[in-house]
């Protein structure tokens, strides 16, 4: 009896959906095993979709974090809601990752409405579950499981990595054969440019307060690589809507913005593996967020989605 059959490769795409501050973007470093996608302690961190790849000998997962699901405020809301709801209809598996800590609200039922739309298997994905006495985490389950019918459950903490193994086993198995669509060193689609400045405007949320944070994008204006001096010189723009938000990035005697830059240029250094010289400037546009010129100037393009 032939005992050496081969075992067929799978690959697939998976969407990690879910309310902001879930910890989605967590959970896919985790995985990954370095920063692909910024994190904070801000709803609505992510804006654009990020891919991160995940290749084994048996199977290559490509997750896609997508910005978490919320009431659109302006024209840049309207654009994440798109990206996270259009993921649904293109990926082989739907992770709708919840909060632990959070009771059932609103949003998961919005959430629900459109996976109820799709024909996806959907996982849910309790996260958090370091931050709840374990005798709670029956209730959540038998809550969820009235709203929709999950092919999995499945518990985890992100953060300390409890049962991701186990998850990602689970993945597998649901998976389609397929090709691996990119190689096994490859751990995001996105170019340098694009992780970049989220790293950037990651130290920017870190650092400031109430309004600021969602008024800030970060535009890469050069990447110069300089051999003979091993080193790398970015030069980026971090973009506000008022005045006002300019002087709080910028800070007292230039204060804020050398530690954002200081704390920027550790990632990003990690990120290329060389030296990095960094340039910041901050500059206001008024109301950018609802401008669909400059939203596409900065990245955000309705096309792509």
Known sequence: ????????????????????????????????????????????????????????????????????????????????????????????????????????????EFIIEK?????????????????????????????YKEKYPFKEIIPISALQGNNVEHLLKVIQEYLPEGPQYYPADQVTDHPERFIISELIREKALQLTREEVPHSIAVVIDKIERKEEQDVVHVMATVVVERSSQKGIIIGKQGSMLKEIGKRSRIDIENLLGSKVYLELWVKVQKDWRNKMNQLRDFGFREDEY
């Open 115 to 143: 996976l109820k739309q799709v024909k996806t298997p959907v996982f849910l994905v309790i996260n958090k579950i370091d931050l709840i006495h374990p005798d709670h985490l029956f209730a959540i389950i038998e809550e």
């Open 1 to 108: 009896m032939n005992t050496n059959k081969e075992i067929a490769y799978k690959s697939g795409f998976i969407s990690i959906i879910g309310r902001p501050n879930v910890g989605k973007s967590t959970y896919l470093n985790h995985v990954i095993g370095q920063k692909i996608a910024i994190m904070s302690d801000k709803p609505q961190t992510t804006r654009n979709k990020v891919q991160g790849v995940y290749t084994t000998n048996e199977s290559q997962m490509i997750f896609i974090d997508t910005p978490g699901i919320h009431k659109p405020k302006h024209k840049l809301g309207d654009f994440m809601m798109k990206v996270a709801t259009n993921t649904l209809k293109e990926v082989d598996l739907i992770l709708f990752m919840i909060n632990a800590e959070e009771g059932f609200g609103r949003g998961d």
